[in-house]
């Protein structure tokens, strides 16, 4: 496999994979593939679904274990955790002020480290997806943005299996019996029709819409399922977009 160019982890996130690299092997059997379709060079987008608190970890094994260091767009709360908040800032991840006027903020600096040659990871939903059946929701823009301003690929991976060890919201953790996790990385998101037009709410929608249906249809074949035809809108279901999910008029 060629080295990728992403290969500098600041001491913090060393630390994070020699102490949750091990955990993971022990507890977890793992069914990677599609590694193929990562850019062996420069910095890129790559989108996952959300669907469990463990996900993240999961999904940043996938990628150390081939080479990368993924830099992730995480909700600012996290950044504030002691001693995991620590972590993660050395570990130079992006934090994400969400529903705030620094909701911006976090696309900046997304497109700074792409322009860098650094691997950003984007949940394009959000937060944990609130449809029942855990498909991804109807997807956020900050993705197709930070692509068509960069002009990088975008990586579908489609994540499974780590919501049997922690439920999505909360839950018992369940170590024992070891689960399989799987993850799946599809071919780059065709957008080179959008690049080079103004970024519109237009062109950002369709480019999103094609991001999602990338990540499902990879996610439909982990899991040997169909999807369901309309994708889940936390607002059309009147349930809160982030936190944990419950009616609109209860967080009003």
């Not at 689960?179 to 080079?196: C, E, F, I, N, S």
């Not at 991001?211 to 040997?224: C, D, F, P, V, Y």
Request: proline share 10%; net charge positive; glycine share 8%.
């Amino acid at each position: 496999m060629t080295t990728p160019t992403d290969h500098s982890r600041p001491l913090a996130y060393r630390f994070a994979v020699a102490v949750l690299r091990p955990l993971f092997m022990l507890f977890t059997r793992r069914r990677w593939s599609g590694a193929e379709n990562l850019p062996p060079e420069g910095g890129f987008v790559v989108v996952t679904n959300h669907y469990s608190h463990l996900d993240a970890l999961v999904f940043a094994h996938y990628f150390v274990d081939h080479g990368y260091s993924p830099r992730f767009l995480g909700k600012v709360e996290v950044f504030d955790v002691p001693v995991v908040g620590w972590i993660v800032r050395q570990a130079d991840q992006i934090p994400v002020f969400r529903e705030s006027e620094r909701a911006s903020d976090a696309l900046r600096s997304a497109v700074a480290a792409v322009r860098a040659g650094k691997t950003v990871a984007i949940y394009p939903e959000g937060s944990i997806t609130r449809d029942p059946g855990l498909w991804p929701m109807r997807g956020k823009t900050g993705a197709a943005r930070v692509a068509l301003e960069t002009g990088c690929p975008v990586v579908p991976v489609a994540s499974w299996g780590a919501h049997e060890i922690v439920p999505p919201y909360g839950g018992r953790l369940r170590l024992l019996p070891r689960k399989t996790v799987t993850l799946q990385a599809g071919p780059p998101v065709p957008l080179d029709d959008l690049r080079g037009r103004p970024i519109s709410a237009e062109v950002l929608r369709t480019a999103t819409d094609r991001i999602m249906a990338a990540l499902t249809h990879e996610l439909e074949s982990i899991r040997g399922e169909r999807a369901p035809a309309t994708r889940f809108d936390p607002r059309r279901h009147h349930v809160t977009p982030i936190g944990k999910p419950r009616p609109l008029e209860e967080a009003s």
